[in-house]
């Protein structure tokens, strides 16, 4: 396992060793004293697994009560993952970062406390993501921002007027929306 840091401060990717041949692969997706080596969270609060079907497009969402940090990688499938930092007086505040993460390439994204999250699916096919979370969900402490505000210009790699978008997500305030309530 390799850490790789990003251009945005305590957002880190999480190169796995994939172990493969004409099999299949072998990977460790979690492995406590590499994780505490290399200063990311060994504990976490919850797991969580979501399917997104083809042309799916989610987010932007956060938990800031209480504050949840996420694991988040792909068992199956391909997904454009996008964070965005919403931690004010952070000097990377409003600005996002973006990586593919899919069923092969080993990446995992450890995204800390203050950031907005999103994907879209990239395939014709469903994709899975595995989220490891260091604070039970709370339905009351969430909230979002919406996935095409021009503010914030997250250059998603899909179509968004063809993507599958919940009622709940395009309902989402915009950016300068969010700033000031």
């Known amino acids: 396992m390799k850490l790789h840091a990003t251009p945005i401060e305590g957002l880190a ?12 692969f072998f990977v460790e997706r979690f492995h406590e004293a590499k994780f505490a080596e290399a200063g990311l969270p060994t504990h976490y609060a919850q797991d969580n697994h979501s399917r997104s ?14 504050p949840q940090g996420k694991l988040v990688g792909v068992t199956r499938g391909r997904v454009w993952d996008v964070v965005v930092d919403i931690r004010k007086g952070s000097p990377t505040f409003g600005k996002h970062f973006g990586l593919e993460l899919s069923d092969l390439n080993g990446l995992l994204l450890w995204i800390p406390p203050g950031f907005a999250h999103g994907f879209c699916v990239l395939d014709d096919e469903p994709a899975d993501m595995l989220y490891k979370v260091t604070a039970p969900y709370n339905p009351k402490g969430e909230g979002g921002v919406r996935f095409d505000d021009p503010d914030l210009n997250v250059p998603w790699p899909v179509d968004i007027k063809k993507a599958v978008i919940s009622q709940r997500d395009q309902s989402l305030p915009y950016w300068r929306e969010w700033l000031n309530s």
């Not at 990717?13 to 299949?24: F, W």
């Open 13 to 24: 990717i999480v190169k796995l060793n994939v172990h493969g041949d004409a099999r299949g």
């Open 53 to 66: 079907a083809p042309g799916v497009l989610r987010g932007l969402h956060w938990q800031d009560d209480p």
